[in-house]
Every structure is written in C-alpha cells, then in structure tokens.
Nanobody, 115 residues
C-alpha cells in the first residue's frame, strides 16, 4: 500500500517562508500527477498547485508568484516552496499523488501564519 509522508509545516510570521515535502513509498511506478491541496478552518479543501510528470504546472490565483511546486521523480517526491506567506494561507496542506489512475492522499501538514 502506498504511503505519502509529508513534512515541513509549522508556524511562521506573515511574509515568511516554508517548504513542504511529500514522498511516496514504493517504486514510483505509475506516478503521474502530483499536487498540493489545502483546507483552511471552516472551509472546503481546495487545490493549490499541480504538476504533471512532464512538468506542466498550474496554480490557483491566490498563490501565483508566491508558491512554487516542484517534483523529483527519482525520489517520488513533490515539494511546495511557499514564500511571502499570508494569514490566508493558514491551513492543513495535503499532498495528492495519482498512481495508476488512483488518487492517494497524505495525512496533512499544518501551516499556521501568525504574528
């Protein structure tokens, strides 16, 4: 069974930076799309950024220019570099990895932006 292990969340002041990491267990065969989602308190989970195996990337408008998604196919890993963090970025962040067309989720890592 594939497991996704996330790390990198924490408490940061507005304007600060964090880097989230997510690594999938197993051989990595069949991994296609990788993504980061987030769920803020009282809100529904939303897609933040996606990256295909070929490197095509998309972001939601609110993080464009501040967040960068990347992946290392050799390590079965996806990353989210978050800069200029804002209060509104406070949420639990989940990685999502599609393997042989099945969607797998991490357990989430909490990001809190507070002064």
């Amino acid at each position: 069974q594939v497991q996704l292990v996330e790390s990198g969340g924490g408490l940061v002041q507005p304007g600060g930076s964090l880097r989230l990491s997510c690594t999938a267990s197993g051989s990595g065969r069949g991994i296609t799309d990788m993504a980061w989602y987030r769920q803020a308190p009282g809100k529904e989970r939303e897609l933040v950024a996606t990256i295909t195996r070929g490197g095509s990337i998309n972001y939601i408008d609110s993080v464009k220019g501040r967040f960068t998604i990347s992946r290392d196919n050799a390590k079965n890993a996806v990353y989210l570099q978050m800069n200029r963090l804002q209060f509104e970025d406070t949420a639990v962040y989940y990685c999502n990895v599609v393997i042989f067309s099945y969607s797998h989720w991490g357990e989430g890592t909490r990001v809190t932006v507070s002064s």
